[in-house]
């Protein structure tokens, strides 16, 4: 059984992820604050003015779909968790930390991408963005799966070791993302448009092994 004991900190994972869904809800909705209507002067087409706030579009689209895959994951991984504990509150708040500060970096992107001077300064910020979350996953992860530490106790070995794997691999590709935005910013920016496609995919089932009566 997984109950927690009466006055430790090991608990059940319902409050965390309502606070975490708090959060992301928060951040996904900051993004959109950052487009700016534009104000036109006399005889000024508004359609034009529109049209030339791509960038804010798109940095918007990419934000927004990249805090929903995290949602959406977050909801999936703690669903492998059986309990908490204060640690692992700390790590989520880490984590949580870096997905508020994300629409920071998606609004110089949006106001700087088409900027020669500062482009690559704009998509390496915004590269960094996604990859401190990254990193604070894997952390929190880690540290749960430990050992079996917060798991569920069936969770199959290999399993566990796959998305070991998969979060060790973002970040690699993360950082890649940040080196490559250094040489040319759109080789970057590419890195973070294509991981973000590719963790739209669903993921594999979890795996479990029969316990041995």
């Not at 319902?14 to 928060?26: K, L, M, P, Q, T």
């Not at 989520?92 to 920071?104: D, G, R, V």
């Not at 490559?180 to 089932?205: E, M, N």
């Amino acid at each position: 059984m997984s109950e927690s004991q009466p006055g430790g900190t090991e608990r059940g994972t319902e409050r965390i992820e309502a606070f975490s869904d708090g959060v992301f809800a928060i951040a996904i909705t900051l993004l959109v604050l950052e487009i700016k209507v534009p104000h036109l002067q006399a005889g000024s087409d508004l359609l034009s003015s529109l049209l030339r706030l791509w960038p804010d579009y798109f940095s918007y689209i990419l934000s927004f779909v990249m805090i929903g895959i995290y949602w959406a994951n977050h909801h999936y991984i703690f669903k492998l968790f059986q309990k908490t504990n204060h640690a692992l509150n700390l790590l989520n708040l880490l984590f949580l930390l870096f997905i508020a500060f994300l629409p920071l970096p998606t609004e110089v992107l949006g106001d700087y991408l088409l900027d020669r001077t500062n482009q690559t300064t704009a998509v390496t910020l915004y590269a960094l963005g996604l990859l401190f979350p990254a990193v604070t996953w894997l952390l929190m992860w880690l540290y749960a799966s430990r050992g079996h530490r917060l798991l569920e106790r069936n969770l199959d070995n290999g399993y566990v070791r796959q998305l070991t794997l998969q979060y060790f691999g973002s970040v690699a590709l993360y950082s890649a993302a940040v080196v490559a935005s250094l040489i040319d910013f759109r080789w970057g920016l590419g890195i973070c448009v294509r991981l973000t496609l590719l963790y739209l995919l669903p993921p594999r089932g979890p795996s479990y092994h029969r316990e041995r009566g």
